[in-house]
């Protein structure tokens, strides 16, 4: 595929996953072409870091996905397309439900339509999310050891399967689940090599956590900084937390094996292994620091789920996928991470845990 030497282009490509995913594909010899409208704070520094770790492989434009005209003459330079970029906060959709529909759906069929018109078979790879699901109420749950299981043996045992029914929630969820559903029909109206990642809760190094979004750096951020953590709801609801390192092997994988998955959609996450509820991580990171975190509580937030662990066997079958970083093992990589690059004393524990 290298030997193609038109870029890859990123939408997103200066956040989290997005620059992960930039790392990895500059590191094998790809150029790559950052598509960002730098609006995240702390972004510009994860570009910054990008263009002098790989000289000469990173170009980069300034502009929103919803300038339809910018965003296709990206895509015209483009062999491959990566689709991150969006308004990625359901506080943020709740608040401004208009502006969240113009970047993630309208975004996205800017990028799809500029694919599709070119004609050259150019492959998207889109990042979708479990919210597509809705908040799983109609599961039932009981509470198991301080956390929420479902009542379902099968659904405990294994996680939610892309067969699921869709449920959107909130307008993020609508949105995002909205595009998610424009992409796998583009490959099936027009052809288009596509398919759709809907991730869990995914953390990792380059991680610009905040309470909306990034909330396994936030936490991290909170307690590294001797400050409160809020949980909202009651903290026992669980999430299958993956690392970054896994989440860009899949994207990788889908890209190089389109030809086999266009049309699908694959649930990603850190899957029944990697689950753990908010209280449990907030303990471990108490014990990675060696000093009690203060937790304070307020009201559940819209669309909440009490559970989300992600069936992940069609993901790693059909993308053959790596077994995911232990939660523990990446939680402290990350603790670590976050440590060096603000400059905060290393606590004892911290330093037997990352060694």
């Known amino acids: 595929m290298i030997a193609d030497g038109r870029p890859i282009l990123i939408t997103g490509g200066a956040g989290f996953i997005g620059c992960n995913i930039a790392d990895r594909l500059a590191g094998e010899g790809h150029d790559i072409l950052v598509y960002d409208a730098l609006s995240r704070p702390g972004v510009e520094a994860n570009l910054a870091w990008l263009k002098e770790r790989h000289a000469g492989r990173i170009a980069s434009i300034t502009a929103d996905v919803r300038d339809e005209d910018e965003l296709a003459r990206a895509a015209r330079q483009a062999k491959a397309a990566f689709h991150l970029a969006a308004q990625v906060a359901v506080t943020t959709s709740l608040a401004d439900p208009r502006e969240d529909f113009e970047v993630n759906l309208r975004g996205t069929l800017n990028l799809l339509d500029a694919l ?83 991730m869990s809760c995914i953390y990792g190094v380059r991680q610009m956590g905040t309470e909306d979004q990034g909330w396994v750096a936030h936490f991290l951020i909170r307690a590294l900084e001797d400050e409160p953590i809020t949980l909202y709801g009651d903290g026992r609801q669980v999430r299958d937390i993956l690392d970054v390192s896994n989440a860009v092997e899949a994207y990788l994988s889908a890209w190089r094996r389109i030809d086999r998955i266009s049309g699908r959609a694959f649930n990603l996450g850190g899957g029944p292994t990697n689950a753990v509820s908010l209280r449990e991580l907030v303990a471990y990171m108490a014990e990675l620091l060696g000093r009690e975190i203060e937790v304070r509580f307020d ?41 060096e690059s603000r400059g905060i004393a290393v606590p004892s524990p911290m330093i037997a845990a990352a060694s």
């Open 299 to 339: 009201d559940w937030r819209a669309g909440d789920q009490r559970w989300f662990v992600a069936d992940t066997r069609n993901a790693r079958r059909a993308l053959d996928l790596s077994p995911a970083v232990p939660w523990r093992e990446g939680v402290a990589q990350l603790a670590e991470w976050l440590r």
């Open 116 to 198: 599709r018109l070119q004609g050259d078979n150019t492959p998207v790879i889109f990042a979708s999310t479990n919210k597509v699901y809705g908040d799983l109420a109609d599961l039932g749950f009981r509470l198991e050891g301080g956390s929420y299981v479902p009542q379902d043996a099968a659904v405990a045992a294994n996680g939610v399967g892309e067969e699921r029914h869709l449920d959107f929630h909130t307008p993020y969820g609508c949105s995002k689940g909205a595009a998610d559903q424009y992409v796998l029909d583009y490959a099936r109206s027009f052809g288009l090599p596509a398919a759709v990642l809907r």
